[in-house]
């Protein structure tokens, strides 16, 4: 089987990287997908369709183009992995855990010991905290080998 794996979370760091690197190091049979992590491209998502004076349309048109991929990627995963930073508050990443907490769909947080208690309901509905992209792979090998 080819596990679908949904990254969701901050952008600012290499937490990506390192987890399909460690997957791939491990042989593990996993597909890696993601929300757009490109900023300004993602802001700009809904441009296209019409021009906003106002931020909040903007942002309003934008998230909803965005959430064609980011909900259809949810929905299709296997299992989700929900990144925290401590920078910048991802309020995008606590709605798509919320989104496979809804759908079933079996997730782990990622984020450290000082967003535990910001983040108690996120990690009580999900499966496993780790507190490193490492962590993650040694979880997704075992969940995903035979």
């Keep these: 089987m080819i596990w ?19 997957a791939e190091q491990q042989g593990l049979s996993i597909v890696f997908h993601s ?18 004076e106002s931020g909040f349309w903007r ?4 998230s909803k183009v965005n959430a064609i991929r980011t909900s259809t990627l949810i929905k299709q ?3 989700g992995v929900v990144r925290f930073g401590d920078k910048y508050r991802q309020w995008n ?42 962590q993650v792979v040694e979880l997704l090998k075992y969940v995903t080998s035979k």
């Excluded at 942002?59 to 934008?62: A, I, L, R, T, V």
Aim: proline share 3%.
């Design 4 to 22: 679908n794996v949904y990254l969701s979370g901050e952008i600012h760091t290499d937490w990506r990287q390192r987890i399909i690197d460690g």
């Design 35 to 52: 929300a757009n992590t490109d900023h300004d491209a993602s802001d700009a998502a809904g441009d296209v369709l019409r021009e906003n």
């Design 59 to 62: 942002d309003h048109q934008s």
């Design 77 to 79: 995963c296997d299992i």
């Design 93 to 134: 990443a606590a709605f798509d855990a919320g989104m496979l907490a809804a759908l079933g769909k079996p997730f782990i947080t990622l984020h450290d010991d000082s967003l535990i208690h910001p983040l108690k309901e996120v990690d009580g509905a999900a499966m496993a905290w780790a507190e490193t992209p490492e």
